[in-house]
């Protein structure tokens, strides 16, 4: 019985998929309004992905954080190479799979960023959260009121900094709320939330 676990299941007919209407909605970084409207960002979804698909198989996935884009990384072992060559899902764009060209497209390509080999390497669960919290920074800033940026416009870049981490920690509280309510500890975990914010 998965609620005796504190996880809510979405419906078995939720369809998830990436927002791209409303992309910057703070909305799309919140784990739990992820799962009401099946609609996220990359980071998020990918979140979501990996814990269904560990839920579903056990085969864990690894958190790749590209510039300007969030994927999952999964080594499929093969009876000709030994070394399990690595495959790449794109969860925003629903769970199409990539290869390693694919994702230097992206980054080349779609952000004009000169490639690195590192840049497909998974990244750590603090990395993930701290992606996370950057994006929910980004979100306060551009949508913020005129009166918002008013007040901030006199203090120094640091006072902003705190003034956006207070606004945002309640926030952030309740991401991690929803993601342990996935029981996905191994993407995110609730020590850093504590020990960061609380």
């Not at 945002?168 to 504590?194: E, G, K, W, Y």
Request: hydrophobic share 35%; charged share 20%; aromatic share 8%.
């Amino acid at each position: 019985d998965n609620t005796n676990s504190g996880f809510i299941p979405p419906p078995p007919s939720q369809v998830f998929e990436g927002n791209v209407q409303d992309y910057y909605n703070y909305r799309n970084s919140l784990i739990n309004s992820v799962l009401d409207s099946g609609k996220g960002i990359p980071i998020t979804l990918s979140i979501i992905y990996a814990a269904i698909v560990r839920r579903a198989t056990g085969i864990v996935m690894e958190p790749v954080g590209l510039p300007g884009h969030f994927l999952l990384g999964v080594s499929v072992p093969s009876e000709e190479d030994e070394q399990c060559p690595t495959l790449y899902v794109d969860a925003f764009s629903g769970g199409k799979i990539l290869n390693l060209a694919d994702c230097q497209s992206i980054v080349v390509d779609g952000y004009q960023i000169p490639w690195k080999e590192n840049m497909v390497n998974p990244i750590s669960k603090d990395m993930v959260w701290t992606r996370m919290i950057r994006n929910l920074l980004n979100c306060h800033r551009s949508s913020a009121s005129n009166r918002s940026r008013l007040i901030t416009s006199r203090w120094s870049a640091d006072e902003e900094y705190t003034l956006n981490l207070k606004m945002i920690r309640p926030v952030m509280f309740f991401t991690s709320a929803s993601c342990m309510q996935i029981n996905d500890v191994d993407l995110v975990h609730s020590d850093v939330l504590s020990r960061t914010y609380c």
